[in-house]
């Protein structure tokens, strides 16, 4: 089947810029998306993308996508405590059932 | 909206008996989906329901497992009877119309004993 990669973990300074990437298997995905759970709360989207776009900025969040190299990012800009999350990758092609990777445990220091 | 509502939020119960979870959607949503998230399998996709039929089960692990939906505001999810590894936290999450995106309810935490 399809496969969604994601690293399990990733540190940061309370400031800093935090980038999480994700690669996909799936060349038909047509949406991409990042989503947000934070401990004892369900997933929430934050962000998509659709496949013919490269890059979108929402506030703090940079969403870049190479689409031939099957690689997503999320750029968190001047990352804060309460960015402490896991954060999954998920794409999804022709139907309406994503497929999502493990989940990147984004830690904030201060 | 208050949000996808499940219930109840903590299950604790012995194995070989049944459990039942329970799920609101979003109203207005004509799809829900069951989740079942571990720290060693991640997310999986259990069965995923459109207008109250059900679509794709083919996630759901074995006949211990059934979902239902008899109306577009009301599934559950039964498994009899249960076992340690069913362990996890189940999610339901809904979506609406050609929108692929899912709103996730808050989970079922599950542990069998």
């Known amino acids: 089947g399809e496969d969604v990669e994601q690293s399990l973990f990733l540190s940061v300074r309370e400031g800093d810029s935090s980038v999480i990437n994700c690669t996909y298997t799936?060349?038909?995905?047509?949406?991409l998306y990042w989503y947000k759970q934070e401990p004892g709360a369900g997933l929430q989207l934050l962000t998509y993308i659709f496949s013919n776009m490269d890059m979108k900025q929402d506030q703090r969040l940079t969403v870049l996508l190479n689409k031939k190299d099957k690689h997503l990012s999320l750029r968190i800009a001047d990352t804060q405590t309460g960015d402490s999350a896991i954060y999954f990758c998920?794409?999804?092609?022709?139907?309406?059932?994503?497929?999502f990777g493990r989940g990147t445990s984004l830690i904030v220091h201060p | 909206d208050a949000g996808v509502i499940q219930s109840p939020r903590h299950e604790v119960t012995e194995m070989g008996q049944e459990v039942t979870l329970r799920c609101k959607p979003i109203s207005g949503h004509n799809s829900l989906f069951w989740y079942r998230q571990t720290m060693m399998r991640g997310l999986e996709l259990l069965i995923y329901?459109?207008?109250?039929?059900?679509?794709?089960d083919s996630g759901m692990p074995e006949d211990r497992f059934s979902a239902k939906m008899p109306n577009a505001s009301f599934s559950t999810l039964k498994i009899q009877p249960s076992e340690p590894r069913d362990s996890a936290v189940y999610f339901c999450?809904?979506?609406?119309?050609?929108?692929?995106?899912?709103?996730f309810g808050p989970g079922t935490r599950l542990t069998v004993t």
């Open positions: 799936d060349s038909s995905s047509t949406y």
């Open positions: 999450a809904s979506g609406q119309g050609q929108s692929y995106e899912q709103y």
């Open positions: 998920a794409e999804t092609g022709g139907s309406y059932i994503p497929t």
């Open positions: 329901f459109n207008n109250n039929v059900p679509i794709d």
